[in-house]
T-cell receptor, first 115, second 112 residues
Framework: DTGVSQDPRHKITKRGQNVTFRCDPISEHNRLYWYRQTLGQGPEFLTY????????KSRLLSDRFSAERPKGSFSTLEIQRTEQGDSAMYLC?????????????FGPGTRLTVT | QQQVKQSPQSLIVQKGGISIINCAYENTAFDYFPWYQQFPGKGPALLIAIRPDVSEKKEGRFTISFNKSAKQFSLHIMDSQPGDSATYFCAAVTSGTYKYIFGTGTRLKVLA
């Protein structure tokens, strides 16, 4: 069990550029979540997938954000036309397929800095 | 109503002491309450969790106390160690939604 992995760990980009992050959940975990965490705050929910279906999106997820999980395994989060306000840690988490399981296992995060 | 209020914002405890962090909620539909530990530059790690049909859960030095009528729950860290110095987050989730609502975090420092 290698845990949730995220790539890249750090990304520095200029305002207006597009960025894409990848998350690999724990093997066989069917639910996958994206959160955003700014300095000194708790993580805020962005979206989640059950297998390949995106079941819920937060109002925080503007039109510039899109997430996919095409084969129900890894997921990508893309931010288009980045803004300085997008600077944050982007966290991915996954949950095992057990009925009634709520525990989420987080990856190390991708820290985005928009200059 | 979706908020989870966490206190204190920061906490300093002597080595061997008890660290207590509190959370309160309004939404009675929450039915799972985890606590996470986060070190700088790392993702949150699940410490312990409780469901509302239980008033207390203990795992090693970590205990959750849950008061359903008061809509409050707390994390107790017994025999606190310098290695426990981290930020702690409480969270809550409603059955069927799976999305966590996190508290604002408590930065704990345990003095050697």
């Amino acid at each position: 069990d290698t845990g949730v992995s995220q790539d890249p760990r750090h990304k520095i980009t200029k305002r207006g550029q597009n960025v894409t992050f990848r998350c690999d959940p724990i093997s066989e975990h069917n639910r996958l979540y994206w959160y955003r965490q700014t300095l000194g705050q708790g993580p805020e929910f962005l979206t989640y997938f059950q297998n390949e279906a995106q079941l819920e999106k937060s109002r925080l997820l503007s039109d510039r954000f899109s997430a996919e999980r095409p084969k129900g395994s890894f997921s990508t989060l893309e931010i288009q036309r980045t803004e300085q306000g997008d600077s944050a840690m982007y966290l991915c988490a996954s949950t095992p397929p057990r009925t009634g399981a709520y525990e989420q296992y987080f990856g190390p995060g991708t820290r985005l800095t928009v200059t | 109503q979706q908020q989870v209020k966490q206190s204190p914002q920061s906490l300093i405890v002597q080595k061997g002491g008890i660290s207590i962090i509190n959370c309160a909620y309004e939404n009675t539909a929450f039915d799972y309450f985890p606590w996470y530990q986060q070190f700088p530059g790392k993702g949150p790690a699940l410490l312990i969790a409780i469901r509302p049909d239980v008033s207390e859960k203990k795992e090693g030095r970590f205990t959750i106390s849950f008061n359903k009528s008061a809509k409050q729950f707390s994390l107790h860290i017994m025999d606190s160690q310098p290695g426990d110095s981290a930020t702690y987050f409480c969270a809550a989730v409603t059955s069927g939604t799976y999305k966590y609502i996190f508290g604002t975090g408590t930065r704990l420092k345990v003095l050697a």
